[in-house]
């Protein structure tokens, strides 16, 4: 089958105990669902990742998330920053600059990046949406410069590793 890369897929297997000599508790049968998580890596392609100034200039190409979606519905952190209320689309053109709410524009413009390519059924990007939006969180969360512009400087690297839909 053809499985996405770099998505989590939540699976269940159910498991029949046929109890013999012993307590009955009625019919004899146990059956236990475990539910898990599984991680779907990409083994043997090379990561690839579109620029930020792709997805803006290619809403078309979007498959998951909407443009118009607010930045705050999917980085929480972003509203300690006055930066909830702008869409996705918004977001790509954030300038930043030398103050903490400016350097946090600078990391949501890299990270709606990031989390359109890991959406993408077609890019082969290293980075789970999942782990875009907890990494950013937590960034945004401590409030530390250094800290929010290290991750905007890494998922820059990631999303321009290669856009295959070019």
């Given amino acids: 089958a053809n499985i996405p890369c770099n998505q989590t897929y939540s699976i269940s297997v159910g498991v029949q105990l046929d109890v013999t000599g012993g307590a009955?508790?009625?019919d004899g049968i146990r059956q236990v669902a475990?539910?898990?998580d599984v991680q779907v890596a990409c083994t043997g392609s090379d990561p690839q990742g579109c620029s930020h100034g792709y997805w803006k200039n290619h809403?078309?190409?979007w498959q998951v998330l909407s443009?118009?979606?607010t930045v705050g519905n999917i980085f929480a952190g972003a509203n300690a920053y006055g930066l909830g209320n702008a869409t996705l689309l918004q977001a790509l053109s954030f300038n930043g600059g030398s103050t903490l709410a400016e350097a946090s524009q600078i990391l949501l413009r890299q990270a709606v990046?990031?989390?359109?390519?890991?959406?993408h059924l077609a890019v082969e990007y290293p980075r789970t949406f999942d782990e875009i939006v907890f990494d950013v969180n937590a960034a945004l969360d401590s409030g530390n410069r250094s800290s929010i512009l290290s991750l905007a400087a890494a998922l820059?690297?990631?999303?321009?590793?290669?856009?295959?839909?070019?």
């Fill in 24 to 26: 009955d508790f009625g």
């Fill in 34 to 36: 475990l539910p898990f």
């Fill in 59 to 61: 809403t078309d190409a």
């Fill in 67 to 69: 443009p118009n979606t």
């Fill in 113 to 119: 990046a990031a989390v359109v390519n890991a959406d």
């Fill in 156 to 166: 820059d690297g990631d999303n321009n590793l290669g856009c295959p839909l070019e």
